[in-house]
């Protein structure tokens, strides 16, 4: 009962060192992220400067040290949540982004998939809380709140399914499909708003 007490402490520590490091960078550089960064330009280099990267790390890093969530150190999961914070760069994938980060870090490739699957939650849901606090005034006159309150659901579930499949499917199958997608993404954006 105390070791599985213990490998739960070490989890939520694992989430919540994971989280902070975007916390902050997204309080403190949110509006300035989406005054100067969001634009085709930045999106579309960030696609592709993040496909290469994936295509050159996924060849390379082979020397895994870490094969179980729970032998992940604190100071790792720290490390990967700064990865994580990358990701508010718009174009930058969340996912690719902590998994790459996790892999470099020495972790297998299906802890580092099932633990940025993990990471995406708590951010997940600070991000809605957040908008909702932004626009409470808007969401307590609303007419019809269970639509709302069905609206988050779905939308959080939906997105968990996908990050799911999408991670179970570069756990198996490796990053190459999702770095070339990333590629050829960023160059159809380029040609259309070039």
């Known amino acids: 009962h105390c070791w599985h007490e213990q490998e739960s402490r070490h989890f939520v520590s694992l989430l919540a060192l994971g989280t902070i490091p975007a916390l902050i960078v997204g309080f403190l550089g949110r509006d300035w992220i989406k005054t100067h960064l969001y634009n085709p330009q930045v999106i579309a280099a960030a696609l592709i400067i993040g496909g290469i990267i994936i295509l ?4 390379r890093l082979k020397n895994t040290r870490i094969d179980h969530v729970q032998k992940i150190p604190l100071k790792m999961a720290f490390w990967v949540g700064c990865f994580q914070s990358i990701a508010l760069i718009p174009g930058v994938s969340r996912s690719g982004a902590t998994i790459m980060g996790a892999l470099g870090l020495g972790f297998s490739r299906p802890v ?3 633990f940025s ?4 939650i708590p951010v997940m849901c600070l991000a809605v809380a957040y908008d909702g606090y932004k626009n409470i005034v808007s969401l307590i006159t609303y007419e019809h709140p269970e639509l709302l309150l069905a609206g988050f659901l779905s939308a959080f579930i939906t997105a968990s399914l996908v990050i799911r499949f999408v991670l179970s499917f570069i756990s198996k199958y490796g990053f190459a499909p999702f770095a070339w997608y990333r590629i050829a993404a960023g160059i159809i954006i380029l040609a259309v708003f070039s």
Do not use: R, T, V, Y
Request: hydrophobic share 75%.
């Open 117 to 120: 699957f993990f990471l995406a």
């Open 56 to 59: 050159i790390l996924d060849k």
């Open 112 to 114: 580092a998939a099932e």
